[in-house]
């Protein structure tokens, strides 16, 4: 059985590649454990300096499993199956960078927006779809990326943005050619793990600090907790989960 979460370290750079194709790289709790255990052994390897996260297949990540989802919900749980990878990236304290190469729903946006850096292949797409679903989602981290104006319009419609918007409107840092990808997110980590490894982390802290993050995730995981469960958030999901299988079966 293939490793559910690929790992390849050279160069002080770590590169994770989330892999369930056959799924869209969605977190069931198995993934979610394997991408959390994956940044705890690298937050203490001195040799990493630089972890790039990215997908197999078509997809970044489609985010929460939505089967395993969905019976959570069901069954009257109030637990996030991708918080505990979510968390482990925001907390994490070198640098992060999430290499887009297909779409990036839900859980599997958030994670992308956790990340300190987003390069994107031209064939990616993002979308923030709480609202749909009763939840909040992207909410912490969008505002400091896009700005405050365009995350509400982002979060509140819950549309799809393409690549080439997601570089206009700073999403992004870079989009490049789909068979590029790799590449340029190999480079990019390098250029960063040459640097000082101390100043590096002191200056993410910094920059963190300065722009509240830790406050705001920890809010949208109260909010989540508040509203999982609720009668209008079971009856979206669901309404989401038989909406997503009827696709797949057509």
């Given at each position: 059985m293939a490793d559910i979460?690929?790992?390849?370290?050279?160069?002080?750079?770590?590169?994770?590649?989330?892999?369930r194709p056959e799924k869209r790289n969605a977190f069931n709790r198995e993934l979610s454990l394997a991408v959390a255990q994956q940044m705890d052994e690298l937050e203490a390897d001195d040799s990493v300096r630089v972890v790039v996260l990215t997908g197999s297949g078509k997809a970044f990540s489609a985010g929460a499993d939505m089967t395993e989802a969905l019976a959570s919900v069901e069954s009257g749980e109030r637990r996030e199956v991708m918080a505990q990878a979510v968390v482990q990236v925001v907390a994490f304290p070198k640098p992060t960078i999430a290499a887009v190469n297909g779409f990036a729903f839900g859980g599997g946006a958030v994670l992308a927006v956790s990340c300190d850096l987003r390069i994107a292949s031209e064939r990616a797409s993002f979308r923030f779809p709480g609202a749909t679903y009763g939840l909040v989602v992207g909410g912490a981290q969008l505002p400091r990326i896009v700005g405050v104006a365009k995350a509400k319009e982002l979060i509140f419609t819950a549309r799809v943005v393409e690549a080439q918007e997601a570089?206009?409107?700073?999403?992004?840092?870079?989009?490049?050619?789909?068979?590029a990808l790799d590449d340029a997110a190999w480079e990019l980590a390098r250029q960063i793990a040459e640097q000082s490894p101390q100043a590096v982390r002191w200056s993410k802290a910094v920059i963190d600090a300065a722009s509240t993050v830790e406050k705001g995730a920890q809010l949208e995981l109260e909010a989540n907790r508040e509203l999982r469960g609720s009668p209008d958030h079971v009856a979206r999901f669901s309404a989401a989960t038989e909406r997503v299988a009827g696709r797949r079966e057509g």
């Open positions: 979460v690929v790992r390849e370290q050279r160069e002080g750079v770590a590169f994770l590649r989330m892999n570089r206009e409107i700073g999403l992004v840092n870079q989009l490049v050619a789909h068979d």
